[in-house]
């Protein structure tokens, strides 16, 4: 697999990692066995160290050991239930360090535990259970994928922004972790992808009329992440996450009409005495460092007995709030233990905090490309404007 520029020749090589741990004999057979499935498939973690994974196949399907031979014939819709034994894997009567369930029709598809997938199911021991992972071809990824992130409705051009940021977020990651058990996993700490059911035909014309299609930084795949809401302004990477890219730099957005630009949120002091721990009643929470746009970089939890400093990042995650864009106001009294307070001392009863957008706000905010694409901008210039400094590359052999 290679990238190459619409204008230019390859421009750099991607590993072709994606063959770790299975038998040449295993992808021969699946090639023979399919020869129309996407040749870059990704390895998605659905279920990761569960004790049991149900599964089952919606046309007869093979189980197949780690070199490809079969094992078991399946019916369609059978229940099945995967099951770690020491240091194997269980499933329908059969055991090994690794076990593939593959439909025998290209239109079939697996369940995974509560969702429909295309492509085929590889089963591997974890640390503490069943590891379950789906094989699917990339573009069939993407499709699933723009419909979990981004949902159907949104105009085309946003939608195609999200399909190619999509397919490079998971290439980018999958060229990173040839040493792991999968390439990436399906929910919020990656990027959504909910099988089938989040399909729709725009979206799967959204990854169509893209295909290959991937933003790079000087020859090299771009971590293309995304959120939400910019609240207004995105961000650099380096102010939420402290690791600066050259393409991910703070610009303006522009979702103004987003349902979350604007929020507010109540925090009881009590819950904020508990994630500080050991510093006494809240006295105030102080912003030490903030972006140039607004976002907490650090703040500092002053108490009765001391004080704390978290990051804008642990803060939000602590307390589920939709961003670090925020300020924060005390209000009310409370009723404090004599002991965690001075004589005489008031202190909130609880904090309330106003805060814009929802994500991380690095990279491209869905609403604000929304609000491109319904202005008329293409994708290639939505995508220009929240990734500075890249290019749009294909990836061959898709």
């Known amino acids: 697999m290679s990238v190459a520029l619409f204008s230019s020749p390859v421009v750099s090589p991607l590993p ?5 741990g299975i038998g040449l004999l295993v992808w021969a057979w699946l090639c023979l066995a399919f020869p129309v499935q996407a040749r870059v498939l990704l390895r998605v973690g659905i279920a990761v160290n569960k004790p049991q994974v149900r599964l089952g196949s919606s046309a007869p399907a093979r189980l197949l050991d780690a070199q490809g031979q079969p094992l078991a014939e399946v019916p369609a819709m059978q229940p099945l239930q995967a099951s770690r034994i020491g240091s194997a894997v269980s499933l329908a009567g059969q055991q090994g360090e690794r076990l593939y369930l593959q439909p025998t029709t290209p239109d079939g598809l697996v369940f995974i535990d509560q969702n429909w997938y295309r492509g085929w199911v590889e089963l591997i021991p974890g640390e503490s259970g069943v590891i379950a992972i789906n094989q699917v071809g990339l573009e069939d990824y993407v499709s699933s994928v723009v419909g979990s992130e981004m949902g159907h409705r949104f105009p085309m051009e946003a939608l ?3 399909a190619v940021a999509s397919r490079t977020y998971a290439l980018y990651h999958r060229s990173h972790r040839s040493q792991q058990p999968f390439d990436l996993g399906s929910g919020i700490d990656w990027q959504v992808y909910k099988g089938v059911a989040a399909e729709s035909n725009r979206t ?34 380096g102010n939420v996450w402290l690791e600066s890219r050259p393409y991910l ?11 979350v630009f604007s929020w507010t949120a109540t925090i009881p002091a009590q819950q904020l005495q508990q994630l500080a721990g050991g510093i006494g009643a ?10 140039p746009w607004g976002r ?12 704390k400093d978290v990051s804008g990042s642990e803060f939000r995650r602590a307390l589920g709030l939709r961003s670090t864009m925020i300020a924060i106001s005390p209000r009310g009294e409370a009723a404090t233990t ?3 307070t001075p004589a005489g001392a008031n202190f909130p009863a609880f904090f309330q905090i106003q805060g814009r957008g929802y994500g991380h706000g690095v990279g491209m905010s869905q609403w604000g490309a929304a609000a491109l694409a319904s202005q008329n901008y293409s994708y290639q210039q939505i995508l220009s404007h929240y990734y500075r400094n890249t290019s749009l590359a294909v990836v061959e052999g898709r």
């Open 296 to 307: 907490a970089i650090t703040l500092r939890l002053v108490g009765s007995q001391g004080s």
């Open 160 to 162: 195609k922004a999200q």
């Open 249 to 259: 730099q703070g610009v303006p957005d522009f979702d103004h009409h987003s349902p």
């Open 282 to 291: 809240i006295r105030s929470i102080e912003i030490l460092r903030s972006s």
């Open 204 to 237: 799967q014309a959204a990854a169509r009329e893209t295909a290959g299609q991937v933003l790079v930084h000087q020859g090299q795949l771009i971590n293309a992440v995304f959120h939400s809401s910019g609240g207004g302004h995105t961000d650099d990477a």
């Open 338 to 340: 004599a002991s965690l």
């Open 16 to 20: 072709s990692a994606w063959l770790r």
